[in-house]
């Protein structure tokens, strides 16, 4: 199985702060990489698909990089909706895989 | 707008079967625009995709559940459905259906609400 590291597993950041959460894919995976959104209770919702493409109805201080095994999810200016957990998943190989998740905390 | 809404026990005896459904609005599982699966989400394990199916009866398994899960459409209700066999206390899980798009690097862009099915004697 591509095995997803994400890092850091946990941040703590300020509202107007740049974030970046970065993730390693243990093969190439082209850019066949999505991320994810999840706030408590809730399922996840997808931010960034094929590793640059911003879905539809997500604010644009989201943006997404990357390609081959490493990828980057940035946050421009933190707002007090994005306080969640973000996770990235490669759709290129079978199984698909997830990363374990980055915590953004207050 | 399209909806999922997945259904079935909360509680499952170890070696029983999960079985849940998933009941689709907005959308028809017997379009061949879709793939729609199961994904499940532990504290321990995170998100772990289980399986898709692509229009009634192309189906992909994660190796590691294949034996024992088996995903099939009803196309009459609209709905679909999982099947995980022996079950133990590993399979405590929210289970989420979504829909995954092939054109759209195959995201999972909508998501049931999850149902939480627990393992236990």
């Known amino acids: 199985d591509v095995q997803m590291t994400q890092s850091p597993s946990s941040l703590s950041a300020s509202v107007g702060d740049r974030v970046i959460i970065t993730c390693r894919a243990s093969q190439r995976i082209s850019n066949s990489l999505n991320w994810y959104q999840q706030k408590p209770g809730k399922a996840p919702q997808v931010l960034v698909y094929g590793a640059s493409n911003l879905q539809g109805g997500v604010p644009p201080r989201f943006s997404g990089s990357g390609s081959g095994t490493d990828f980057t999810l940035t946050i421009t200016s933190l707002q007090p909706e994005d306080f969640a957990t973000y996770y990235c998943?490669?759709?290129?190989?079978?199984?698909?895989?997830f990363g374990q998740g980055t915590k953004v905390e207050i | 707008q399209l909806q999922l809404q997945e259904s079935g026990p909360g509680l499952v005896k170890p070696s029983e079967t999960l079985s849940l459904n998933c009941s689709v609005s907005g959308a028809s599982l017997g379009s061949t625009t879709y793939y729609w699966g199961w994904i499940r989400q532990t504290p321990g394990k995170g998100l772990e995709w289980i399986g898709t199916?692509?229009?009634?009866?192309?189906?992909f398994y994660n190796p590691s559940l294949r034996s024992r899960v088996t995903i099939s459409v009803d196309t009459s209700k609209n709905q679909f459905s999982l099947k995980l066999t022996s079950v133990t206390a590993a399979d405590t899980a929210v289970y989420y259906c979504?829909?995954?798009?092939?054109?759209?690097?195959?995201?999972?862009?909508?998501w049931g609400q999850g149902a939480l099915v627990s393992v236990s004697s």
């Open positions: 979504a829909r995954q798009v092939p054109g759209f690097a195959n995201s999972w862009h909508d």
């Open positions: 998943q490669q759709s290129h190989y079978t199984p698909q895989t």
């Open positions: 199916i692509y229009y009634r009866v192309a189906t």
